[in-house]
């Protein structure tokens, strides 16, 4: 496999600065091998990244949002829990929240973004199980939010 590193530089990504928490929790909390990664915000160099699906985002916009959301966490692994990319076993879980419309139906779709980047970045060890789900509303109006559970290869 090649490097994470190597993979998200020739995606022509780059981890962002995490966030900090926006109220009384930790980014990540790790146990053993496992490292839990408090909901990272969909976010760009502008900010959060707004909108509601089915309202006034569409699909394609959201998995650019999620995707977004999915370098939040591995920023997090990496800077807070001081934890290289090459570290990491396996993605374990990912929950997808979606603010979107009652009537729209394609949580799964948009989820694909934050799924898609993770694998393309890690590889095998980036695939995992998920939910996706629709909300009303996601802290500071933001579209997408991401949390994971990722095992790592030491304690």
């Given at each position: 496999?090649?490097?994470p ?7 022509g990504l780059e ?7 926006l ?10 091998k496992?490292?839990?990664?408090s909901?990272?915000l969909?976010?760009?160099?502008q ?9 006034d ?8 949002a ?6 939040g966490?591995?920023a997090q ?15 374990v879980?990912?929950s ?10 394609e949580?799964?779709?948009?989820a ?7 694998a ?19 802290p ?16």
């Open positions: 496999m090649n490097n590193n190597e993979n998200l530089a020739a995606l981890l962002p600065v995490p966030a900090a928490p109220a009384a929790y930790v980014p990540v909390s790790r146990t053993g496992l490292i839990f990664v909901g990272q969909s976010m760009d160099a900010g959060i990244i707004k909108g509601t699906l089915g309202l985002m569409d699909v394609e916009q959201a998995q650019i999620a995707r977004s959301a999915a370098l966490v591995l692994i990496v800077h807070t829990a001081n934890v290289p990319l090459s570290e990491i076993s396996r993605v879980k990912l997808i929240f979606v603010a979107s419309a009652p009537d729209f139906f949580h799964h779709l948009v694909n973004g934050a799924s898609e980047l993770l393309n970045v890690l590889g095998d060890r980036g695939k995992h199980a998920r939910a996706a789900f629709g909300v009303a509303a996601l500071m109006g933001a579209a997408i939010e991401v949390e994971a559970v990722v095992e790592v290869m030491s304690d």
